[in-house]
T-cell receptor
Framework: AQKITQTQPGMFVQEKEAVTLDCTYDTSDQSYGLFWYKQPSSGEMIFLIYQGSYDEQNATEGRYSLNFQKARKSANLVISASQLGDSAMYFCAMRLNSGNTPLVFGKGTRLSVIA | EAQVTQNPRYLITVTGKKLTVTCSQNMNHEYMSWYRQDPGLGLRQIYYSMNVEVTDKGDVPEGYKVSRKEKRNFPLILESPSPNQTSLYFC??????????????FGPGTRLTVL
């Protein structure tokens, strides 16, 4: 069964600086997708970025980029130029592209951006 | 506007009183699922549905029921709620679970407290 590990329960970053949120995953499948979601204090889940296991380039979406290292099974989220509004819970998730396996989430990292 | 809606958003109830949390999506998505979010555990899948009349258990199905009579609706039923079902619940939908990228859209969440 696949597993997602986020080892940082909480992180602090200064406004305008970059921050990396760690995510490692475990699966024996070769075809899968990796996702990052943001959950602000209001509670909704906001999709940020996606990386397919066969994508050769790291995904980017505005200030978000995904540092995908397949051999190390890591999919770290990099947020550049942090803003106060980035303070939230961040979840890494993975879904296999075969079978009926669910979207599996890590336990999350709480990011606090300091002015 | 493409969205997933859930009702109610907040609910306080007592042990044993049957309740239903509704979920509806307007994107003609085949795949729908329910998650619960608990502190320190991330999101865990309760049930999912591949299409109308096709449902299956996720990781934590005990104490829950679902139905999928129409494509747009996927209600979550707690026949006899217990305090350990106090949680934040999310409904989500996506096009399919196929090989291509499929963003999973989340509803706003339902915060349930069982006394």
């Amino acid at each position: 069964a696949q597993k997602i590990t986020q080892t940082q329960p909480g992180m602090f970053v200064q406004e305008k600086e970059a921050v990396t949120l760690d995510c490692t995953y475990d699966t024996s499948d070769q075809s899968y997708g990796l996702f990052w979601y943001k959950q602000p204090s209001s509670g909704e889940m906001i999709f940020l970025i996606y990386q397919g296991s066969y994508d050769e380039q790291n995904a980017t979406e505005g200030r978000y980029s995904l540092n995908f290292q397949k051999a190390r099974k890591s999919a770290n989220l990099v947020i550049s130029a942090s803003q106060l509004g980035d303070s939230a819970m961040y979840f890494c998730a993975m879904r296999l592209n075969s079978g009926n396996t669910p979207l599996v989430f890590g336990k999350g990292t709480r990011l606090s951006v300091i002015a | 506007e493409a969205q997933v809606t859930q009702n109610p958003r907040y609910l306080i109830t007592v042990t044993g009183k049957k309740l239903t949390v509704t979920c509806s999506q307007n994107m003609n998505h085949e795949y729908m699922s329910w998650y619960r979010q608990d502190p320190g555990l991330g999101l865990r899948q309760i049930y999912y549905s591949m299409n109308v009349e096709v449902t299956d258990k996720g990781d934590v199905p005990e104490g829950y029921k679902v139905s999928r009579k129409e494509k747009r609706n996927f209600p979550l039923i707690l026949e006899s709620p217990s305090p350990n079902q106090t949680s934040l619940y999310f409904c989500a939908s996506s096009l399919t679970r196929g090989l291509t990228y499929n963003e999973q859209f989340f509803g706003p969440g339902t915060r349930l407290t069982v006394l």
